[in-house]
């Protein structure tokens, strides 16, 4: 009975974490252009999910619904680099930190005052009747994070890797100012991984919230984990996000059910703080070498 509840709990929680490694990617997508992040991530997760809301609402087909919320979430990632990011990389200073915080903050009271504070239901067209696999029980809408995460993140490593504009990615990652002398534009590229990092949110934001309802704080519950998924795995570390984060749901999973729901964020923390102390490149980071 133990080893079924353990394996339940893992497989849960591991579908759970896809979502935290899906947020985690999409700061990996905008540090590898312009070495920043946006703290307001979660809020962009958040909104995209209740814009999501607002046009099944208008009886509009689910994927429409999908896909107005895509590109509502590129928008919003277009709007925090050029509002939050573009000037503070221009004089090379560390302002974006505090810009996009505020961003989400001010995306955070957007959301209560428009859509109200209580958490709302998010109406799917998959069903959430369990299937028994093997010893466990996992429903069709969980099945689909799986396929959703993996479906985003393999299209835009293809993109990058496949094509000469996803290729601008590497070489302005690589170094900024050499790029811009071979013709290619950093402040496009850092704009291009921002819209992609604002979609991967709006997928993360429909994905997730069949399974947890919407509302305004969920951002503050997803961030935090996704950041420490980000840092664990390596903010240069591609798909290591998946494997910590998919470890990370099945911990919090496991420690919330033998625990108490009180610990259930205790692992994100520990993670983290053992990261930063012991490997601050990450698990799956690349240590730089620097010549002089």
């Known amino acids: 009975m133990t080893l079924s509840i353990i394996a339940q709990m893992t497989v849960s929680g591991s579908l759970m974490g896809l979502v935290y490694a899906l947020i985690a990617y999409g700061f990996q997508l905008t540090y590898a252009t312009s070495k920043s992040v946006n703290f307001g991530q979660g809020e962009?997760?958040?909104?995209?999910?209740?814009?999501?809301?607002?046009?099944?609402?208008?009886?509009?087909?689910?994927?429409?619904?999908?896909?107005?919320?895509?590109?509502?979430?590129?928008?919003?990632?277009?709007?925090?680099?050029?509002?939050?990011?573009?000037?503070?990389?221009?004089?090379?200073?560390?302002?974006?930190?505090?810009?996009?915080?505020?961003?989400?903050?001010?995306?955070?009271?957007?959301?209560?005052?428009?859509?109200?504070?209580?958490?709302?239901?998010?109406?799917?067209?998959i069903s959430q009747q369990p299937i028994h696999i093997l010893a466990v029980d996992v429903t069709p809408v969980e099945l689909s994070v799986?396929?959703?995460?993996f479906a985003i993140?393999?299209?835009?490593?293809?993109?990058?890797?496949?094509?000469?504009?996803?290729?601008?990615?590497?070489?302005?990652?690589?170094?900024?100012?050499?790029?811009?002398?071979?013709?290619?534009?950093?402040?496009?590229?850092?704009?291009?991984?921002?819209?992609?990092?604002?979609?991967?949110?709006?997928?993360?934001?429909?994905?997730?919230?069949?399974?947890?309802t919407v509302g305004p704080?969920?951002?503050?519950?997803?961030?935090?984990?996704?950041?420490?998924v980000a840092v664990v795995a390596g903010l240069e570390s591609g798909f290591g996000v998946v494997v910590v984060g998919m470890f990370l749901g099945a911990l919090e999973s496991i420690a919330s059910f033998y625990l108490g729901s009180g610990w259930r964020e205790a692992p994100g923390l520990v993670l983290l703080i053992l990261a930063l102390a012991i490997r601050p490149t990450g698990v799956f980071g690349k240590t730089l070498i620097r010549k002089v």
Do not use: C, H
């Open 44 to 125: 962009l997760v958040m909104v995209s999910a209740f814009v999501s809301l607002t046009l099944i609402t208008l009886g509009l087909p689910y994927w429409l619904v999908v896909l107005g919320g895509l590109f509502f979430g590129a928008l919003l990632g277009l709007f925090v680099e050029r509002a939050g990011v573009r000037l503070a990389l221009e004089q090379r200073s560390e302002g974006w930190i505090l810009l996009t915080i505020i961003l989400g903050l001010l995306f955070f009271s957007v959301a209560e005052n428009v859509w109200g504070r209580d958490d709302r239901p998010f109406p799917t067209p």
């Open 217 to 228: 704080t969920m951002a503050s519950a997803l961030v935090l984990k996704a950041f420490s």
């Open 146 to 149: 799986a396929v959703g995460v």
């Open 153 to 212: 993140m393999g299209a835009i490593e293809i993109f990058k890797r496949q094509t000469l504009l996803g290729k601008a990615f590497d070489a302005v990652s690589a170094d900024r100012d050499a790029g811009e002398l071979m013709g290619i534009s950093a402040t496009q590229t850092v704009k291009l991984s921002y819209a992609l990092s604002g979609v991967v949110a709006a997928v993360a934001g429909i994905l997730v919230s069949p399974i947890t």
